[in-house]
């Protein structure tokens, strides 16, 4: 089996794979049904999937297990199905990638709200997110990938259940879209300051709003902890429709390879694509990255903290009434 530790010790960036909810969609998935079904009612539909995603470049997939967690498989009526559900997606996923492949498996939000704010206990999360690593890691993959997470309790919980069960890697992301900050209020100063110190093996951002809103976020954790390995893993932009039945995201697969050099620069270890990316994108991104190689990590925080510098001297009060004496 692929060793994840070891493949991003080596130069060059690990392309990861782009969405899964919206490429099934896109193959057939019932609006409303939750993705994970399919790794056991239609495995040839989630092998597909996968098969795409490696075909485009990808170096690591992600399991059909976002929502696997036992609290977003009851809202589904499939809570007792936790183990069969998340086995089943990882065997699939490691037949198609075989072992040259990585294998990660996904873990996303359990759906309900912490305490204080509601009834969660952080014991009782640690628990579901060990039921779902366990079966994860019984199912044969390389690492477990914590993504979109927004409350840092949780984010927390999940690394803590993930080491309970298994002593594969695990990596982290949160999703930051609300003026630069998770749902819950977190930055991303805050996250990986908090996070990078509980031995994940890489920490960084995914969905969002914009590849721009992504690239500040992830600036702001290049620039807090210069040491860490940084994953991105940004949506395809924002959805519309055209002709009012059709979705499409408005992020092509051009506009992608050219963030995924500005990503690059942040000395980013692991890129991928969320919501709304294609195989199309994934190709794209791989491809703009086969010649890229980062300036120097010195040169870039430098040329962050100015940037910090000068954003924050334009926003001063002083400088405010200064303009609007302007005016």
């Known amino acids: 089996m692929p060793d994840l530790r070891k493949k991003l010790s080596e130069p060059g960036i690990l392309v990861m794979d782009g969405a899964t909810g919206t490429q099934l969609q896109q193959m057939g998935l019932p609006a409303g049904m939750a993705p994970e079904v399919w790794n056991l009612e239609n495995p040839e539909a989630v092998k597909k999937h996968y098969q795409s995603y490696i075909e485009a470049g990808s170096d690591a997939i992600l399991t059909n297990t976002f929502g696997g967690t036992r609290p977003r498989l009851d809202m589904e009526g499939r809570g007792h199905l936790v183990r069969e559900i998340n086995i089943a997606a990882a065997r699939l996923a490691r037949e198609v990638a075989g072992d040259e492949v990585l294998v990660l498996g996904s ?3 359990t759906g309900l709200l912490m305490e204080p704010m509601g009834e969660l206990t952080y014991e009782k999360a640690v628990e579901y997110f ?9 199912g044969g993959v390389d ?5 979109t ?6 984010a927390k919980a999940a690394i803590e259940g993930a080491r309970q069960a298994t002593d594969l890697p695990v990596t982290i992301t949160m999703s930051f879209d609300m003026n630069g900050r998770t749902m819950m209020g977190v930055r ?4 990986i300051r908090e996070l990078w110190p509980m031995g994940v093996l890489a920490v960084g951002a995914n969905c969002g709003r914009t590849l721009q809103e992504n690239l500040e976020a992830i600036k702001a954790m290049r620039t807090a902890v210069p040491e860490a390995t940084l994953i991105v893993k940004p949506n395809a932009g924002l959805p519309h429709t055209e002709d009012g039945i059709e979705v499409v995201y408005d ?5 992608m390879a050219e963030y995924a050099r500005l990503f690059g620069e942040q000395h980013v270890k692991m890129m991928g694509g969320c919501c709304g990316s ?11 990255l086969a010649d890229f190689t980062p300036p120097p990590l010195e040169e870039v925080l430098a040329r962050n903290r100015a940037a910090t ?3 924050s001297e334009s926003d001063s009060p002083s400088r405010r009434r200064r303009g609007s004496r302007r005016r």
């Open 188 to 191: 991303p100063e805050d996250a």
């Open 251 to 255: 992020v092509t697969p051009e506009i």
């Open 309 to 311: 510098s000068e954003e």
């Open 143 to 147: 690492g477990i990938h914590i993504e």
């Open 107 to 109: 873990m996303g939000p």
């Open 278 to 288: 294609t195989p199309e994108h994934i190709a794209a991104l791989k491809n703009s």
């Open 130 to 138: 060990a039921e779902q690593a366990a079966a994860l890691a019984e």
């Open 149 to 154: 997470m927004s409350d840092l309790q949780e």
